[in-house]
């Protein structure tokens, strides 16, 4: 009888490790799951994000190809209006000032489902003449900086492209562009 009774007190420890390893285990299992789907939001937030960003950079390149005066007019030192001119070569850049981004512009067309209407800055870099052909082309070379937040403002994307206007409005296009960390 003495052997039942301590048989009984081993299978109520075995019992007790068991429920406590299962305890163990549900709560690892809750806490993956929460970390995934964390993941998973940041994840769409960055894609919300990059998508304003997109929007706003393609309005930043409309409104340059349907500019129909010279960058010297338009374009200042201070940035005023986020449209600046380049810097001298070892100068920080316009995008680079902060002052300049509560000056920058938003999109024509409001984009939904982000914390903050993107913005963008525009700095005119350079006018470059192609004498190598047989009617020579100026082109005016131009600097988009877009800054976006996703549906939460924990997530920003910032892309910058670069983009080509011939002078005289014939012809525009993108040149190059990149996703600044």
Do not use: C, K
């Not at 920058?104 to 939904?112: A, C, H, I, K, N």
């Not at 192609?130 to 082309?137: C, E, G």
């Not at 409005?169 to 993108?174: A, F, H, L, Q």
């Amino acid at each position: 009888m003495m052997v039942r009774a301590h048989v009984r007190g081993f299978v109520l420890v075995v019992a007790l490790g068991l429920l406590l390893a299962l305890t163990v285990g549900a709560l690892v299992a809750a806490q993956t799951t929460t970390l995934e789907l964390r993941m998973a939001h940041n994840a769409t937030d960055a894609v919300v994000a990059f998508h304003a960003a997109e929007a706003a950079r393609a309005d930043a390149e409309r409104w340059l190809a349907e500019l129909d005066q010279e960058p010297a007019d338009t374009f200042t030192e201070s940035g005023t209006g986020g449209l600046a001119t380049g810097r001298a070569y070892g100068e920080q850049p316009a995008w680079r000032r902060a002052e300049i981004w509560a000056e920058s512009r938003v999109p024509s067309r409001p984009v939904s489902g982000v914390e903050r209407q993107p913005r963008y800055i525009i700095e005119w870099l350079t006018t470059v003449t192609d004498t190598d052909l047989r009617d020579p082309v100026t082109m005016d070379v131009y600097r988009i900086t877009v800054r976006s937040t996703g549906a939460t403002a924990n997530v920003t994307v910032t892309l910058q492209s670069t983009f080509g206007r011939v002078s005289d409005g014939s012809s525009e296009r993108r040149l190059s562009w990149t996703e600044l960390p």
